[in-house]
C-alpha cells in the first residue's frame, strides 16, 4: 500500500493529527501553486513600482524566468526587496535605526508576476552600498525572491550591477559563490536598466546561484 | 562597526527538498546544484511592515461578494503569527486565497467542472494584532483533482502568504484541515519532512466556533526566529 518511490501513484503512510497535537516548530513551506495570482496579484496598486512614476533616478529592473527544459516560467513571481541609493530600507526591523528612504515613496519592496515569456518587469532605483560586519561592504545588490508552481520554497538569489567591478571584488556574498559562476548574478545593461536572465535548472553550466539563509 | 544580531538559518529541518520527483513540476523547476548558505545581513534581516492603512473593512471575510452571500460551510479561521522563540509577531500581513466549496478556483487557468459561486472570490487579507492573532471568515474550500498522478486530489487547503518582519522570515504556506481523507497520496503536503508536515494541520475550534453562526479552526504559523544558532564563518572570521 505504501509506495512513495512510484510518481505515476504516489502513496504515503497517513499520520494526519493536527498541528496542536505534534512538538512546536517552524511552518514548513509550501508552492504558490498554479492560482497565486488570485491570492497575490491585487494586494497592492502598483506592486511592481519599488518607487513612484515621476521619482528621480527610476529604471526598469527585468528579468526572464527559465525552467530545467529551456522554458519561459511563465507563471513565475518575483518580489524584490532591497536598499535606497543610500544604502536605508523602508523598514522598522533596519538595526541602525528608522531613517527616511528616499526618494519619497519609495518602499524597498516590489513583487511582480511573470508575462508568458516569463519576463517580468520591477520599477526602481539603484541601490547603494551596504556596511556589513567587520567593516565589509555589500555592492550594490538586490534581493531577488522567486516563486512559481512547482517550487516547494521561495528560491533566493541576487542581482548586482555590471559597473560596480571593484566593490564585487570585495563584496562577501559573492565571494562565497564559486568564481565561475559570479557573472550569472551580474545583470546586464539595457537602455531603460538592467536585465538579469534567472536559469532555475541547467545541466550546461548556465544554472543561476541560488542562497540559503 | 556594525553589529549585526544573530539569527541564522533557522527552520530548514521544516523544509522540503526542492526537488521531490512526485511532484512532477519540481523536476525542472528546481536548481541542480547546491544552495550556497549565506550570512543574514541588512538585506536579509530588513523587511516590510504593514499597518492598518493597508487593508481595507471587510478585507477579512470572504463571504461575501457581489451583492451576496457565498455557499457552502461558513468557517472562522484565526490563530497567532510567531517566531520560533514562541514570540508573537505583530502587524505582519496575511494573505489568504483558496478554492470555492466546490473544490474550484477563481482563475482563468483552472478549468475543471465545477461551478464558480459568483458570490465567492476567494481572497482574503488581514493583519496581526499586538499579540500577533490574527483571524478571517470564509468558506470551507472543496478538495479538487489536479493532473499530477493518476487520480490525483489536493486535500482542502487554505494558501498562507505572510512577511513576518525580515527578508528570511517570508513564507508561503498552506493551511490543511484535520481529518482530510486525501493525505496519503498528496505529494504537495507529503514533500515536507514527516516530523513537520502536521504543523501545517489546522485545529477545529470548538471554543472559538460561533453559535448559529460558523464553525471555528485554529491556525498558528511559526516563522524562523531570530535566536537561532550563529552562523559560523568557514574561514574562522
Redesign the interface.
Known amino acids: 500500500m505504501i509506495d512513495?518511490q512510484n510518481?505515476?501513484?504516489?502513496?504515503?503512510?497517513?499520520?494526519?493529527?493536527?498541528?496542536?497535537?505534534?512538538p512546536?516548530?517552524?511552518?514548513?513551506?509550501?508552492?504558490?501553486?498554479?492560482?497565486?495570482?488570485?491570492?497575490?496579484f491585487?494586494?497592492?496598486e502598483n506592486s511592481g513600482d519599488a518607487v513612484p512614476e515621476d521619482a528621480p533616478g527610476r529604471i526598469d529592473v527585468s528579468f526572464n524566468v527559465i525552467?530545467?527544459?529551456g522554458?519561459p516560467?511563465g507563471d513565475a513571481m518575483i518580489?524584490t526587496?532591497?536598499?535606497d541609493a543610500a544604502?536605508r530600507?523602508?523598514?522598522?526591523?533596519?538595526?541602525?535605526g528608522a531613517a527616511e528612504a528616499t526618494p519619497a515613496g519609495f518602499?524597498?519592496?516590489a513583487r511582480v508576476f511573470a508575462d508568458e515569456s516569463g519576463t517580468i518587469v520591477v520599477h526602481t532605483v539603484k541601490p547603494g552600498a551596504?556596511?556589513?560586519?567587520?567593516?565589509a561592504v555589500?555592492a550594490p545588490?538586490i534581493?531577488v525572491?522567486l516563486?512559481?508552481?512547482?517550487?516547494?520554497?521561495?528560491?533566493y538569489t541576487r542581482l548586482y550591477f555590471p559597473e560596480d567591478t571593484d566593490a564585487h571584488a570585495s563584496d562577501?556574498?559573492l565571494s562565497?559563490?564559486p568564481e565561475a559562476d559570479r557573472p550569472k548574478l551580474i545583470a546586464e545593461k539595457t537602455d531603460r536598466g538592467y536585465h538579469l536572465t534567472i536559469h532555475?535548472?541547467?545541466?550546461e553550466g548556465r544554472?543561476?546561484?541560488?542562497?540559503?539563509? | 562597526?556594525?553589529?549585526?544580531?544573530a539569527h541564522?538559518?533557522?527552520?530548514?529541518?521544516?523544509?522540503?527538498?526542492?526537488l521531490?520527483?512526485?511532484?512532477?513540476?519540481?523536476?525542472?523547476?528546481?536548481?541542480?546544484?547546491d544552495?550556497?548558505?549565506?550570512?543574514?545581513?541588512?538585506?536579509?534581516?530588513?523587511?516590510?511592515?504593514f499597518g492598518d492603512a493597508?487593508i481595507a473593512k471587510g478585507e477579512n471575510d470572504m463571504t461575501h461578494a457581489n451583492g451576496g452571500e457565498a455557499q457552502g460551510q461558513r468557517i472562522i479561521v484565526h490563530g497567532r503569527v510567531l517566531d520560533?522563540a514562541?514570540k508573537p509577531i505583530p502587524d505582519t500581513l496575511i494573505?489568504?486565497?483558496q478554492?470555492n466549496a466546490g473544490g474550484r478556483?477563481?482563475?482563468k487557468?483552472?478549468s475543471w467542472p465545477a461551478p464558480l459561486d459568483p458570490h465567492f472570490?476567494?481572497?482574503a487579507?488581514c493583519l496581526t494584532d499586538k499579540q500577533g492573532h490574527y483571524e478571517f471568515t470564509t468558506i470551507k474550500p472543496g478538495a479538487y483533482p489536479w493532473g499530477n498522478?493518476?487520480n490525483a486530489w489536493r486535500p482542502a487547503h487554505i494558501?498562507f502568504?505572510l512577511f513576518g518582519?525580515?527578508?528570511?522570515q517570508?513564507?508561503?504556506?498552506?493551511m490543511y484541515f484535520?481529518?482530510?481523507p486525501f493525505?496519503?497520496?498528496?505529494?504537495?503536503?507529503?514533500?515536507?519532512?514527516?516530523?513537520?508536515?502536521?504543523?501545517?494541520?489546522?485545529?477545529?475550534d470548538y471554543d472559538h466556533t460561533r453559535d448559529n453562526w460558523a464553525v471555528g479552526f485554529?491556525?498558528?504559523?511559526?516563522?524562523?526566529g531570530q535566536d537561532a544558532t550563529p552562523f559560523e564563518d568557514p574561514e574562522g572570521?
Do not use: C
Open positions: 512513495t510518481p505515476d501513484a504516489p502513496r504515503y503512510p497517513v499520520l494526519a493529527k493536527s498541528q496542536d497535537q505534534v512546536f516548530g517552524v511552518t514548513p513551506s509550501q508552492t504558490v501553486g498554479p492560482y497565486v495570482h488570485i491570492g497575490l491585487p494586494t497592492w525552467d530545467g527544459a522554458q516560467i518580489e526587496w532591497q536598499a544604502g530600507f523602508n523598514s522598522p526591523t533596519d538595526p541602525r518602499r524597498s519592496l551596504l556596511p556589513a560586519e567587520d567593516g555589500e545588490h534581493n525572491g516563486f512559481a508552481r512547482g517550487m516547494l520554497e521561495r528560491l562577501p556574498v562565497a559563490v532555475v535548472q541547467n545541466t544554472e543561476t546561484p541560488f542562497f540559503a539563509l | 562597526m556594525l553589529h549585526l544580531p541564522h538559518h533557522a527552520g530548514h529541518e521544516a523544509n522540503a527538498p526542492l521531490f520527483p512526485e511532484y512532477k513540476t519540481t523536476r525542472l523547476r528546481s536548481p541542480k546544484n544552495l550556497i548558505l549565506v550570512p543574514q545581513r541588512l538585506g536579509e534581516i530588513t523587511g516590510p511592515v493597508d520560533s514562541g494573505e489568504v486565497w478554492a478556483y477563481r482563475h487557468m483552472d472570490n476567494g481572497v487579507r498522478h493518476h494558501h502568504s518582519q525580515a527578508f528570511t517570508r513564507l508561503v504556506t498552506q484535520p481529518d482530510d493525505f496519503f497520496q498528496d505529494p504537495i503536503y507529503n514533500s515536507v519532512p514527516e516530523a513537520a508536515r502536521e504543523r501545517m494541520i489546522s485545529t477545529f485554529k491556525f498558528d504559523i511559526v516563522l524562523r572570521h
